[in-house]
């Protein structure tokens, strides 16, 4: 079996090599029969890693002991769930999983685009065949997943494996690896596409037309992603953060932030022909950042709880994003030309101004995180001391930007495109306006003295006021016009228009989220010893320990609390939150207990028995204000993409666009 | 036999507990300082945070805190006798002075260069309509004849696949 597997893997990173040479050469030398054999190269590739797949993960569900990627990762005693996703719960399954994705990615874009963009295609297949062909390098000669367990020239099994790191058996994190990898992975699509349109100089918008939806779909997964990470690190590593900076989230974070820049800009080149140079720049800044990210979370560079550990592959991926980057650069400056301008700036004062912010701010943003995280890096160069850049440092630089951008996601929708006139700004800013200044007034006087609390409910008002009146403008129009209520009216203006409103929709789910973060500025906790039947106090809940208990199960000892939760006298809950020690890893965990409600979680945390009196618990309690406001900002923006998604009921035609493309054509033609 | 070997487990498990000490996190002092140094075990958290069961980096720490905020020094001096003790490393962010400002200075300042460029950028291009439109290019219209014979190669090379 490990035999086939491994030979599925070889045979994959020949077809991979195949499909690039014979996409090039039959591009190249006009050999449309190259080209449609390289084609098959990548469906064969496909069924190839697919098999492998098969394989490991039947290893896997069968806790084949022989395997020693099975061996550290799965034990019997592990639930089923877990022993499947710990496919992706180690280095070399991990990047199996990268390959077989991108895999499959491929395929579908191939299937999808069947008998369109002749002259592309074999360049995208070869961008995405490079990318390919490197990870089945680090898949079949540096981090073979089928390495078996041998003593000798025997291959041994051992008896039971380590298990699936404690830690990760949880649902949300099985879940939350395979939703980033779908972003990552995703992104090499619409880069592809970007590259195979400078490559041939293709007519128009092209691939942006055909990418959008490819990029939009990707950014689900990831934001998709990050929010189960976040929600995951809320509910199991016991101090109830949901974003502690780690090098390794921020790696997943940088190429959200530039996607989210290039989501933007990239209406401007749709409606104006315009920042052509500037959306290579940021697909392809996009794409290395995701390989940057894999690369940051394998080869043990930055120090992190997420990372695989040191391993050699480091080298690997600092030569592919080198030459990557050095060939992007190179195309990009080559085909100037091909990138220029359609239309130029006519104010300062206008959508297309509003958005070369919005892409600064994201940028800037994008670069602190970057920064703090290459900075203990780079000191360790320069001064040869290690510091460290933790929490602290990303909380105080990016709080500002993050604020500013809540503020233009208010201010960019209503500015008109090309010029805005000062009377219509005003018409359309005066309410908002008063109505975030009035909140920050009414909650000062109410006695909420934080500053950014303050500016950030504030400018969460404004944003959704200038949401709520372009749903209300736009539904009183047509609700005038055809007589509807004003609920199906809302309906049907966003149906006319699915990219704006769902946009709208989107932009509001990041708002709620902004709601939920700045909950963090009210806090509170405390940590305790108490007896069984003694009871402690925070924020006007009682807590009383009832009762404390002990057991096991085949995959770990568990010591449990039972506690108590009053408030005035009213009991409103009982918290069970549980100590675990697994077994096979013999690591010690903690469950804790949240009481979830819309304004405020109790979170109840069972650290320890106490030192001094072994029959008292040490117990810690926090409150978090507003938190669950993220969780429900993310489905809305989960909805609000969905939405954008939906194929509009009336067509826009972007008329210029076409004719701009027949001009480049004849252009082509002359030559 | 199963269940005897997990018993004695769980016991052992449950004094290895016992040994360790969370105790410190009673003092809210010590909850405060440690917030603002980083656990070395690798977990990117605070002291504080940490949520590691018998953490060999934070449980000493905690302890080694607890002490010093027990005899009565006040924050710097334990901060400063804590960087002496475990380097820099130690501070969750980089101390604000000399090559580790530039941690601090450089996201502000670019973000100050982009918006600096931007306003120049924006200053030179934005230009009204009627220039723009003067500097425009004249625009072939496609000729309907060629978009014939270009739909009838797509067909063709279509049925290759």
Same mark, same amino acid.
């Given at each position: ?132 062909? #490197? ?219 509003? #958005? ?165 500025? #009210? ?149 | ?161």
């Amino acid at each position: 079996m490990e035999n086939l597997g491994a030979l599925a893997i070889l045979l994959a990173f020949c077809l991979s090599v195949y499909a690039i040479f014979g996409s090039v050469i039959g591009a190249w030398k006009k050999r449309p029969f190259l080209v449609v054999s390289a084609r098959r190269a990548v469906y064969g590739m496909w069924a190839m890693l697919t098999l492998a797949s098969g394989l490991l993960v039947y290893g896997l569900m069968t806790a084949d002991m022989r395997l020693s990627y099975v061996a550290s990762h799965v034990n019997h005693a592990m639930p089923t769930l877990y022993k499947f996703a710990a496919w992706w719960g180690g280095q070399e399954g991990s990047l199996l999983l990268w390959s077989w994705l991108l895999a499959t990615y491929a395929v579908i874009v191939l299937v999808s685009t069947r008998g369109r963009f002749r002259e592309m295609m074999p360049w995208v297949i070869t961008t995405l065949m490079v990318t390919q062909c #490197f990870f089945l390098i680090l898949n079949a000669f540096v981090e073979p997943p089928f390495k078996v367990l041998a003593v000798g020239k025997g291959i041994v099994a051992v008896e039971d494996g380590r298990g699936l790191n404690p830690l990760l058996q949880y649902w949300a994190m099985a879940i939350h690896p395979p939703m980033l990898y779908l972003g990552y992975v995703g992104f090499a699509v619409p880069f592809a596409f970007a590259l195979g349109s400078l490559i041939t100089r293709q007519p128009g918008e092209a691939w942006i037309h055909e990418t959008r939806r490819w990029t939009l779909v990707t950014w689900l997964f990831q934001s998709t992603g990050i929010l189960l990470g976040a929600g995951w690190a809320y509910a199991v590593l016991g101090w109830g953060g949901y974003w502690g900076w780690d090098p390794v989230e921020n790696a997943s974070l940088l190429p959200w932030i530039t996607a989210t820049a290039f989501l933007h800009s990239v209406m401007m080149q749709e409606k104006k022909g315009m920042m052509k140079i500037w959306n290579m720049v940021l697909i392809a800044a996009t794409f290395f950042l995701c390989i940057f990210g894999t690369f940051l979370t394998r080869s043990g560079i930055v120090s992190s709880v997420h990372a695989f550990g040191v391993s050699a592959i480091g080298k690997y991926f600092v030569t592919f994003i080198a030459l990557g980057l050095a060939a992007t650069i190179w195309l990009i400056l080559d085909r100037l030309d091909y990138l220029k301008s359609e239309a130029h700036l006519e104010s300062v004062v206008s959508r297309e101004s509003a #958005f070369l912010f919005n892409n600064l701010i994201l940028l800037a943003s994008c670069f602190a995180v970057l920064w703090g995280t290459l900075f203990p890096v780079v000191t360790e160069a320069v001064m040869g001391e290690k510091i460290s850049v933790g929490a602290p440092f990303f909380n105080r630089v990016n709080v500002p930007i993050g604020l500013f951008l809540l503020f233009l996601t208010g201010v960019g929708p209503l500015i008109a495109w090309r010029r805005s006139s000062v009377e219509s700004l005003k018409k359309a800013f005066l309410w908002p306006s008063a109505g975030g200044l009035l909140t920050i007034a009414l909650l000062a006087a109410l006695g909420v003295h934080h500053v950014y609390a303050l500016i950030s409910f504030g400018l969460c008002v404004f944003v959704t006021w200038t949401v709520a009146q372009e749903f209300w403008k736009g539904a009183a129009a047509i609700s005038a016009r055809t007589k509807q209520n004003m609920v199906a009216a809302m309906i049907e203006l966003t149906h006319r228009n699915t990219r704006r409103y769902g946009g709208y929709l989107v932009h509001m789910g990041v708002v709620i989220m902004f709601i939920g973060f700045t909950g963090a500025a #009210f806090n509170k906790d405390t940590t305790v010893e108490v007896g069984i039947g003694q009871s402690f106090q925070l924020a006007g809940y009682d807590l009383k320990v009832r009762e404390i208990r002990d057991g096991d199960n085949p995959n770990y000892a568990w010591q449990h609390a039972v506690v108590d939760v009053t408030v005035k006298g009213q009991h409103v809950a009982t918290l069970e939150p549980e100590k675990r020690v697994y077994k096979a890893s013999r690591q010690p965990t903690s469950e804790v207990a949240i009481r979830r409600r819309l304004n405020e979680d109790l979170y109840l945390n069972f650290a320890s028995m106490s030192q001094d009196s072994p029959d008292k618990a040490v117990m810690q309690a926090y409150v978090f204000p507003l938190v669950s406001w993220i969780w429900i900002g993310f489905w809305v923006l989960f909805f609000g993409t969905l939405v954008c998604l939906v194929p509009p009921k009336t067509k826009l035609a972007y008329a210029r666009t076409q004719v701009v493309g027949v001009v480049t054509k004849h252009a082509t033609v002359e030559k | 036999m199963r269940r005897w070997k997990s018993r004695v487990l769980l016991l052992v498990l449950t004094l290895a507990s016992l040994a360790q000490s969370s105790t410190p996190l009673l003092n809210p002092e010590v909850r405060r300082l440690g917030n603002k140094l980083r656990c070395q075990c690798g977990c990117e958290a605070s002291v504080t945070e940490c949520n590691m069961i018998n953490c060999h980096s934070a449980d000493p720490l905690r302890a080694e805190l607890l002490k010093m905020v027990e005899a009565g020094q006040n924050e710097e001096s334990i901060i400063a006798a804590m960087v002496e003790r475990h380097g820099k490393v130690i501070l969750r962010q980089p101390p604000a002075q000399g090559f580790f400002l530039l941690g601090w200075i450089m996201p502000f300042a670019a973000a100050g260069a982009g918006l600096a460029f931007l306003w120049w950028f924006l200053r030179r291009k934005s230009r009204p309509a009627a220039a723009a439109a003067e500097a425009a290019p004249e625009l072939e219209i496609d000729d309907p004849e060629f978009a014939r014979y270009r739909d009838r190669i797509e067909k063709d090379l279509a049925k290759l696949d």
